[in-house]
């Protein structure tokens, strides 16, 4: 038999005391840790379009969504009967009819030439500029202009540009997004065999709607997707029904847009 030991009520005291005291410490150095791990937000890149139109200032504020991965987009104002009036920002390989690795003649990916019907064709038959080859997107012969035009956010932006002048008071702010690859169930890669423009475009571009009115005190919109664009560009149709359309919805977080100035 061992001896029996006498513990005094003051070490029994400084003993809890103790292990209470490293077991806080534990848990507050764990919430330092999965604070230093935790992400920081992400902050929103600014795009600026110089091109001077005479307008109010106006910003839109894009949030990522889920399924984001490097998308085309376009942003243009119309009036309210739908008749295009100006462009504010272009995706610029599409604005520029070139793109990053466009050119594989080398045996390596380098920039060049490549033409993408599919990508924002909504945009493109509003715009109404017929190239040589039939396409509605601009060229490397006759590109949009450097001041609306600029490389593809890789996340969150707030686009900073203006109304095309103050004399429309009612107009649509328009907003066409699309991923290339982004297969489903319904839009599949052998949907329409021999379609190149097809296969680059999977769910075909979405296409977002606000309709701004000047003359009222609303300071901010929110842009809903109102349809899609033919999956391989071969018109300008608008199709509503979003039935079949999946991941594409999560490319887009939310899309707001701001008329701080008038």
Do not use: C
Not at 195 to 211: F, G, K, R
């Amino acid at each position: 038999m061992f001896p029996k030991q006498k513990i005094s009520f003051t070490a029994l005291f400084f003993f809890a005391f103790f292990m209470m005291a490293a077991s806080f410490a534990g848990n507050d150095g764990q919430r330092r840790w999965r604070q230093d791990k935790d992400p920081a937000p992400e902050v929103a890149e600014e795009l600026v379009t110089t091109l001077d139109v005479g307008g109010f200032p106006l910003e839109m504020l894009f949030t990522k969504g889920s399924e984001h991965n490097h998308p085309l987009m376009a942003i243009w104002v119309e009036d309210m009967d739908s008749n295009y009036i100006q462009t504010l920002y272009v995706a610029e390989s599409i604005g520029k009819g070139v793109f990053k690795h466009g050119d594989p003649s080398s045996g390596r990916w380098m920039p060049g030439p490549l033409r993408r019907p599919a990508a924002l064709p909504y945009w493109g038959h509003q715009r109404g500029i017929k190239a040589g080859d039939g396409y509605y997107i601009p060229t490397m012969e006759d590109p949009v202009p450097d001041a609306i035009t600029g490389p593809t956010p890789k996340g969150n932006f707030i686009l900073k540009s203006q109304t095309p002048g103050k004399d429309l008071r009612q107009l649509r702010l328009l907003f066409e997004i699309n991923q290339s690859w982004d297969w489903n169930e319904y839009w599949t890669n052998d949907k329409f065999p021999g379609d190149e423009h097809y296969m680059t475009s999977s769910q075909p571009a979405l296409v977002y709607e606000a309709i701004i009115d000047l003359d009222e005190d609303q300071k901010e919109y929110v842009l809903q997707p109102i349809g899609h664009s033919h999956w391989s560009g071969q018109n300008g149709n608008l199709y509503e029904d979003l039935g079949t359309i999946t991941t594409a919805l999560e490319i887009t977080g939310s899309v707001k847009v701001r008329i701080p100035g008038q």
